[in-house]
């Protein structure tokens, strides 16, 4: 019997995130408890199937509810925060091993996780020149321009769609921004993908950048590898992935 108002608390709690396996506390009518049960859960499913719409039709409303229901049960937040539930839903999918889930949920639920991320994201921008010359300079890649590699092809799976075996080739993805805070996503190639991680390590202009990527691909003629390069970074900066250039650093005044 509990004893103190604490473990009073403590058993309520339990109760409600796994009413099925944890006893109430005495003392309390049921129908008052089915009311908290149904709003607690209620809360958490609600807010999930918003995160994840598309897990939620591909699963099915049972099989879906049951997911919730044992992430509700089982998974101890670390964070009190409601905008972080979806990562800490992610947090417990990647925790689970030979459940008899999809094997593409826990890359699937990343990808439907990246545009709320992405729409609450406060980075600093980073100082930038916006008009600089992307060659000579060195790129800015902006924050919330995201590449991302999955083996499982995440944008095409659905209800339609739901695959046994991964793709020969990876799935690669750039999620960004915009200006107008619409999240874009865009399918692209494995010599963009590793262009936006050469960029991201920093340090190099953008010809030198482009040049180390066609050594890495095994192009003969790189000159005009970094020409057309110089067209792909041009393009990239008016879709908002990249910001501009790293200002120059200018010597203090009265240095020689």
């Given amino acids: 019997m509990a004893d103190t108002l604490h473990d009073q608390q403590f058993a309520l709690s339990r109760h409600l995130r796994d009413p099925s396996s944890q006893p109430p506390p005495p003392g309390i009518e049921d129908r ?35 997911l919730v229901r044992r992430f509700y049960a089982d998974h101890r ?11 800490e839903f992610i947090r417990y999918l990647e925790s689970r091993e030979d459940d008899g889930l999809p094997p593409w949920l826990r890359e699937l639920a990343h990808y439907e996780w990246v545009e709320l991320a992405l729409q609450i994201a406060d980075d600093a921008v980073p100082a930038h020149v916006p008009d600089g010359d992307l060659l000579a300079g060195e790129p800015v890649v902006s924050p919330f321009a995201w590449a991302l590699a999955y083996q499982w092809p995440v944008h095409r799976i659905g209800p339609a769609f739901q695959p046994d075996a991964p793709p020969v080739e990876p799935t690669l993805l750039l999620v960004r921004r915009d200006a107008g805070h619409q999240i874009r996503f865009a399918a692209i190639s494995p010599l963009v993908y590793r262009l936006i991680e050469l960029l991201g390590e920093g340090g190099r202009s953008g010809s030198d950048t482009l040049r180390k990527l066609a050594v890495e691909a095994g192009v ?12 792909m970074l041009s393009r990239m900066r008016e879709e908002g992935t990249l910001l501009g250039t790293v200002p120059s650093r200018c010597p203090p005044v009265g240095a020689t």
Avoid: C, H, M
């Fill in 77 to 87: 937040s670390q964070t009190p925060l409601f905008p972080e539930i979806a990562r």
């Fill in 220 to 231: 003969d003629d790189v000159p005009a590898f970094v020409e057309q390069g110089a067209t």
């Fill in 32 to 66: 008052r408890l089915a009311v908290y049960r149904d709003l607690f859960f209620n809360n958490i499913e609600g807010l999930l199937a918003g995160n994840f719409p598309v897990i939620r039709k591909t699963l099915g409303d049972d099989a879906w509810r049951a």
